[in-house]
């Protein structure tokens, strides 16, 4: 059905505050970022001179190397875990719970406490004279403490899959309410076992779910800059260091600059390359 | 009788595994001691009571507040507007401007937090509770696009035409239909994205200057965590008071849809 | 019913980019009359009737309210109310407050609540006040709708499928209470339905729509008898459609070769009026008469055989199968005696009066909708 042109322009008008807004702040930046990356700072000398050493020197330093596969890595190890242990809760909430208010709420109310604060809770309970380590000790399972459970990637991971669990949850969730009961049956009255209904018909119609999800939680970890810098130690350390190291102490805003360009490209990178396999992966099921 | 099922026993597991680390902060600001770490020493409402005496942690607290107020209405009025357009009318670039909306989600923080810094600075905007703001509104505005959006979703066009025919104009419709039924998403959109603001941190650390918001202030304590006790004795207080609001929200909204009087 | 124009409509068209979704619909709606709007999904009703109410502005033409052109008037300056399809109660709103939302700030309060019982008493919802929007049923909902527009006063009351929410039942006793409501405030009812049976017994007049034309405008009786074409002939009850070549026309009356049934003498039907020699002609079911032996009193006659029986309980259906014909002939019969009196495969005889036979002039081949 054709509209008039009038309502087009409504469209417009009222969607323009929102769209210039998000536009000019992910525009400008990026435009001033890419512009900075092509120059060199010593001190605090700026030389405007266009050049690529920035690219070269970061992209030849096996420390940026390293720090960008671990970021990516780990980012993908939390989300996997997050998704993972998320998504029998959603299963739960949706399907079998009868108050499912209450459960929902339960869910999120940690996570109106401060984040700093939660991170900062994960290192009390992993720390060498910390509550796991007194449990254990306490319960007699182990002579000393355990000293691998702070300042690693580990602990980094836990503390993540805590911090993003209502963001797995909620997607996973909404997915699983959206499916039509009528389906489940009809997969029953075809045949199908328990399982083989769950991972015929169930997981198919959640992947859409587990993918908002999976980018949700993906991305912005791969950037993450406070849960390695608390719970990491120096074996945790993520990219978004190296780039606040840059922005701040180094002093080297065209390396940082040049950082946030090449981290932001990896991710889009590896996003892009998930959606397609995972909406492959969906389709593939019979 | 029924054994309750693996599924049943891994949901309250997993309820402990969210609830754990959340418990010790209130614990820990009744500890005695002034190192945050067991074991615990003693029982004190000391940091409680001295709360009112740390300026900066006040300070930083209003800073906090202040920019959150603003973040929430900025983002839900500019949301509010934008999840309008995209429910109610169709034009071309439609999704191209509901991705871009979205955008902010996905952006690592650290790269929206360096690359924002930057601009202000190009800009000749000192560092302060402004750009804080600015940069908040940017990181809440998809939260208040997409929880707008879904109350538009509900909301019957005809609703408004059956209004205009009854003999209402533009305005009065927005005030006596529109605003009504899409009250409870305005509020939820409010409450959001003043946590989203409130809790920030990364964004907050680069570009608040020498005006801390909480977060920063608290991330400034637990490297150097002298006055960290009184810091969870704060944190214990609003996590009380979320809660407690969160409830009441929901309380008000299932009263509301099934109120008989 | 006087004969003074309430509504009139003239040369209006409705034109989404090269969409033709209404066009060249002259009306005139009569004071205090109930008229339908008749007419398959997609055909341009709602469009004509949301152009009335002022939802949306006609491309081309001009609508007339008592006399007052309604250009540039917007839905909310319009003499007219509207029952939504969905009814559009505000859910936010109490059963009271949604029937006193149009007069809230424009009448004294005390007014507004005596119109406000007065009108859910006439909708039968008396006492209902304080209930809220989500607690009504669908017809109670529907109850509401109608009480709050009509609370307006309006001159024109227009409807979008009002019925259609609703049950069979339910649609059954609504039909007679809207019409006796119409019929006892004199107020003019324009509503929009693709139910023809709905449109036959609340309606005076009924306007049948295909493809954004107004094709036949008339009373439900002379619709079912005169159709002005095969479309509206097959839209409004069932019709059995038979090529025909006009032999000679005098006075009123045609001389043709229908097929099967060979050489009569029928009317001619004014209604039709895309003339040509090759015609068609319809006849409705309940005109034929079918039997095991050739009836002797049937000017016009035909040998079949039964392919399918269908029994409506009212009636039966059977359909015959004719040499010659491609489509079987449809006949139904009042089912007085609870017998089948034929089964499939049975070898019968169908008898035709003239008079039943329908010319409905030359068979219109596509539609012309697209346009540019």
């Known amino acids: 059905m054709f509209k008039p042109r009038s309502e087009a322009a409504r469209g417009y008008a009222l969607s323009s505050p929102a769209t210039a807004y998000v536009g000019f702040l992910v525009a400008a930046p990026l435009v001033i970022l890419i512009t900075y990356s092509f120059w060199t700072q010593t001190y605090v000398t700026l030389d405007k001179t266009p050049t690529l050493g920035n690219y070269r020197a970061a992209l030849s330093d096996p420390l940026v190397h390293h720090l960008m596969l671990r970021s990516i890595w780990i980012a993908g190890a939390v989300t996997l875990a997050t998704v993972v242990l998320a998504y029998p809760i959603a299963y739960f909430i949706a399907m079998k719970a009868r108050r499912k208010t209450i459960w929902l709420l339960l869910i999120t109310i940690p996570f109106w406490s401060s984040y700093l604060l939660r991170v900062f809770a994960w290192k009390l309970i992993l720390g060498f004279n910390g509550v796991m380590n007194s449990a254990l000790l306490g319960l007699g399972l182990i002579d000393e403490p355990l000293d691998f459970l702070l300042y690693n990637e580990f602990a980094v991971v836990l503390t993540l899959a805590h911090a993003w669990a209502p963001f797995a949850i909620l997607p996973i969730y909404v997915s699983l309410q959206k499916i039509d009961p009528s389906l489940l049956e009809a997969a029953t009255d075809l045949g199908n076992s328990p399982l083989q209904r769950f991972l015929r018909v169930t997981l198919p119609l959640t992947v859409p779910g587990i993918i908002a999800a999976s980018l949700i939680i993906f991305v912005p970890t791969v950037g993450d800059y406070v849960t390695p810098a608390l719970v990491g130690g120096s074996d945790g350390k993520m990219i978004a260091n190296l780039i606040q190291v840059q922005f701040g102490a180094a002093n080297n805003w065209p390396l940082g600059a040049t950082l946030s360009l090449l981290a932001m490209m990896s991710v889009g990178f590896v996003a892009i390359v998930f959606v397609i396999a995972g909406r492959g992966l969906g389709g593939r099921i019979r | ?261 | 019913m006087t004969e003074k124009n309430i509504i009139e409509l003239k040369g209006v068209e409705k034109r989404y980019g090269s969409f033709l979704a209404a066009s060249g619909i002259d009306l005139d709606l009569r004071q205090g009359e109930f008229f339908s709007l008749l007419g398959p999904s997609g055909c341009g009703k709602t469009t004509v009737l949301r152009m009335i109410a002022g939802f949306q502005e006609p491309t081309q033409g001009a609508i007339l309210i008592d006399g007052q052109d309604m250009a540039g008037v917007p839905a909310n300056n319009r003499p007219t109310n509207m029952v939504f399809q969905s009814y559009a109660i505000f859910p936010h709103l109490n059963v009271a407050n949604n029937v006193a939302y149009g007069l809230r700030g424009r009448v004294p309060k005390a007014e507004i609540d005596a119109r406000v019982t007065e009108a859910l008493e006439m909708v039968e919802l008396g006492g209902l006040h304080q209930r809220g929007a989500n607690e009504l049923s669908g017809g109670q909902r529907q109850r509401v709708a109608l009480a709050r527009a009509l609370i307006m006063r309006p001159k024109v009351l227009l409807l979008d499928e009002p019925l259609s929410a609703l049950d069979k039942k339910l649609r059954e006793q609504m039909q007679f209470e809207m019409r006796n409501l119409q019929q006892s405030l004199g107020i003019t009812f324009v509503m929009v339905t693709h139910d023809q049976y709905e449109a036959m017994t609340m309606s005076d007049r009924i306007g049948v729509m295909f493809d954004g034309r107004l094709e036949q405008v008339d009373t439900p009786a002379t619709l079912y008898a005169r159709p002005c074409n095969r479309a509206v002939a097959s839209f409004i009850g069932e019709m059995n459609i038979l090529p025909a070549t006009v032999l000679e026309e005098t006075g009123g009356m045609l001389s043709i070769e229908a097929a099967g049934f060979g050489r009569m003498r029928i009317e001619r039907n004014v209604n039709a009026t895309d003339r040509a020699r090759d015609i068609i002609v319809g006849i409705r079911p309940e005109q034929l008469e079918i039997k095991a032996d050739k009836p002797a009193d049937y000017p016009a006659t035909l040998k079949g055989k039964i392919s399918n029986v269908a029994f409506y309980g009212e009636n039966i259906h059977y359909h015959v199968a004719v040499e010659n014909i491609d489509k079987p002939i449809a006949v139904s019969v009042p089912n007085y005696f609870h017998t089948v009196d034929f089964n499939r495969g049975d070898a019968v005889w169908l008898g035709l009066q003239v008079a039943s036979v329908i010319d409905l002039g030359k068979e219109r081949k596509s539609s012309q909708r697209e346009k540019t």
């Not at chain 2, 754990?20 to 600001?29: D, K, Q």
């Not at chain 2, 300026?55 to 202040?66: E, H, K, P």
């Open chain 2, 1 to 261: 009788m029924k054994r309750p099922s693996l599924l049943v026993i891994y949901a309250f597991a997993y309820l402990i595994f969210l609830y754990l680390p959340v418990m010790f902060l209130p614990l820990f600001s009744f500890n005695s001691g002034t190192i945050v770490a067991f074991p615990i020493k003693g029982w004190t409402l000391d940091w409680y009571r001295k709360l009112g005496e740390q300026d900066t942690l006040i300070q930083a607290l209003w800073n906090s507040l202040g920019v959150g107020a603003v973040t929430a209405l900025l983002a839900t009025a500019m949301g509010l507007f934008a999840a309008r357009a995209f429910v109610r009318y169709r034009f071309r670039g439609q999704a191209a401007a509901e991705g871009l909306v979205m955008l902010p989600l996905v952006i690592p923080g650290i790269i929206v937090a360096s690359s924002m810094l930057v601009l202000f600075l190009f800009l000749g905007l000192q560092p302060s509770l402004v750009t804080v703001t600015l940069g908040h509104t940017f990181l809440a505005l998809p939260f208040a696009v997409s929880i707008l959006k879904s109350a538009f979703d509900d909301f019957d066009a005809s609703l408004e035409e059956a209004s205009y025919d009854l003999g209402c104009g533009v305005f009065e419709t927005f005030r006596r239909v529109t605003l009504p039924v899409v009250a409870p998403g305005i509020v939820a959109s409010i409450l959001v994205t003043f946590t989203v603001s409130f809790d920030e941190f990364v964004l907050a650390f680069f570009l608040s200057g020498n005006q801390p918001t909480l977060p920063v202030y608290i991330w400034s304590q637990i490297r150097f965590p002298a006055k960290l006790p009184n810091v969870l004795a704060l944190g214990s207080i609003l996590l009380f008071a979320s809660a407690m609001l969160l409830v009441l929200a929901k309380y008000f909204q299932r009263r509301s849809t099934t109120r008989d009087v």
